[in-house]
């Protein structure tokens, strides 16, 4: 069983910035394209980011692009968001995710196997 636990999040004030990190247990962390998404309150889960196994390829929804950064450790079985300029609208539980084999990235959430319990980012604006 796949084990994925998120760190980072907190409260930050509106232009601020943080570093979510999720761990996940086994050994075959590198074989499996990695992403981020988020939930408010009232609304559907939505796509953040995700990153190929290699790292090598990167995707965001446009509502981030520019201001978070998906990066990924192989060594250290560890991906992580770097949000940057955040905003009011960006509060939200934040979940990462491991793909199902078969995919080098994913976008759809339907992709995914795995799933961390979330951390909360509150922006205050």
């Known amino acids: 069983q796949v084990q994925l636990v998120e760190s980072g999040g907190g409260l930050v004030q509106a232009g601020g910035s943080l570093r979510l990190s999720c761990v996940a247990s086994?050994?075959?962390?590198?074989?499996?394209?990695m992403g981020w998404f988020r939930q408010a309150p009232g609304k559907e889960r939505e796509f953040v980011a995700t990153i190929s196994r290699d790292g090598g390829n990167m995707y965001y929804s446009d509502s981030v692009k520019g201001r978070f950064t998906i990066s990924r450790d192989n060594a250290k079985n560890t991906v992580y968001l770097q949000m940057n300029s955040l905003k009011p609208e960006d509060t939200a539980v934040y979940y990462c995710a491991r793909a199902a084999g078969a995919y080098s990235v994913a976008i759809s959430a339907a992709s995914y196997e795995y799933w961390g319990q979330g951390t909360q980012v509150t922006v205050s604006s």
């Open positions: 086994g050994r075959t962390f590198s074989n499996y394209a």
